[in-house]
């Protein structure tokens, strides 16, 4: 089945640094989203992307569709202790599988105050 | 508000019992999910449900049991037949296919010992 990298799986970071991270796939996506999970709660949707090159921000959180439909990128800016958290890519296509999201494994962002 | 609720937030059993994990939308979404949360892992699909009284298997569906009489309500059951039930559950739903995203509920933490 499809599989999505997403890298890395975890970062330590300072509060006030950028943090980047990626996801990227053997196979096309038309829709990229990029979700953020809190400590023992479900995952919440940041951004949803749904064309090729598309740049969206979500007040410091930028994510980006890749132009050949297999990558995706999320950025945050000027991070802060609450920005702490598991952040996951999935890739939605279209057609009958389109019912299921493909993820990735996940991003785990640790930000020391 | 519009949401999905899962209940209870903690449960424990003994092994060998079964247990159903409760999952209600007042979303009016058409499709609900259940996906097993293992740290490190990600999220793995257990079964889905694109409709009422119709559900798939997805990528770990043995040893469980879902079933869809309701559209608001997809509980799953983790019989004595999964051979490591504990872990972090999370319920989802969609309108129509992923490509809209999912809304997760804040998740089932099982524990059996």
């Known amino acids: 089945g499809q599989q999505l990298n997403q890298s890395p799986q975890s970062m330590f970071i300072q509060e006030g640094e950028d943090v980047s991270m990626n996801c990227t796939s053997s196979?096309?996506?038309?829709?990229w989203l990029w979700y953020k999970q809190d400590p023992g709660e479900g995952p919440v949707l940041l951004i949803a992307?749904?064309?090729?090159?598309e740049l969206t921000s979500n007040g410091r959180l930028t994510a980006q569709f890749g132009i050949t439909r297999k990558d995706s990128f999320l950025n945050i800016s000027a991070s802060i202790p609450s920005d702490v958290g598991i952040y996951f890519c999935?890739?939605?296509?279209?057609?009958?599988?389109?019912?299921?999201?493909?993820f990735g494994k996940g991003t785990l962002l640790t930000v020391n105050p | 508000d519009g949401g999905i609720t899962q209940s209870p937030k903690y449960l424990f059993r003994k092994e060998g019992q079964n247990v159903t994990l409760s999952c209600e939308q007042n979303l009016n979404h058409d499709a609900m999910y259940w996906y097993r949360q293992d740290p490190g892992q990600g999220l793995r699909l257990i079964y889905y449900s694109q409709i009422v009284n119709d559900f798939q298997k997805g990528d770990i569906a043995e040893g469980y049991s879902v079933s869809r009489e309701k559209k608001e309500s997809f509980p799953l059951t983790v019989t004595s037949a999964q051979k490591n039930p504990t872990a972090f559950y999370l319920c989802?739903?969609?309108?129509?296919?992923?490509?809209?995203?999912?809304?997760f509920g804040s998740g089932t933490r099982l524990t059996v010992v």
């Open positions: 989802a739903s969609s309108m129509g296919g992923g490509n809209y995203g999912y809304t």
């Open positions: 992307l749904y064309k090729a090159g």
């Open positions: 196979s096309i996506f038309n829709t």
């Open positions: 999935a890739g939605a296509t279209s057609g009958g599988s389109n019912y299921k999201l493909t």
